[in-house]
């Protein structure tokens, strides 16, 4: 079992920055995959970025390359996504994920547990 506590959410202006935190409890963090998605109200969840087990290999979604930097510390535990350049349309809930197999990361069904996620709202 793992459990996942996003932080780091919060209001910002467009152009503007954040750093979200994901927290994960136990001993085995550094087994598992991780994921940000996000989830606009009235939209489908969509995902955002991925990080393999070590650290080595990030994915990101298109409309977030450049932006968005996806990283994990496994000493601590912590996965982070630092976004830059936030734009209003970047507002939703982000919420992190872990994945045991480590596969298809682009896919909220390959994701094993689930944080309940931070808001972040981008002002015009």
């Known amino acids: 079992q793992v459990q996942l506590v996003e932080s780091g959410g919060g209001l910002v202006q467009a152009g503007g920055s954040l750093r979200l935190s994901c927290a994960a409890s136990g001993r085995t963090f550094s087994t598992y995959a991780m994921g940000w998605f996000r989830q606009a109200p009235g939209k489908e969840r969509e995902f955002v970025a991925a990080i393999s087990m070590g650290g080595g290999r990030t994915y990101y979604a298109n409309s977030m390359k450049g932006r968005f930097t996806i990283s994990r510390d496994n000493a601590k535990n912590t996965v982070y996504l630092q976004m830059n350049s936030l734009k209003p349309e970047d507002t939703a809930v982000y919420s992190c994920?872990?994945?045991?197999?480590?596969?298809?990361?682009?896919?909220?069904?390959?994701?094993?547990?689930w944080g309940q996620g931070t808001q972040v709202t981008v002002s015009s």
């Open positions: 994920a872990a994945s045991r197999g480590g596969y298809g990361l682009g896919l909220g069904a390959n994701y094993d547990y």
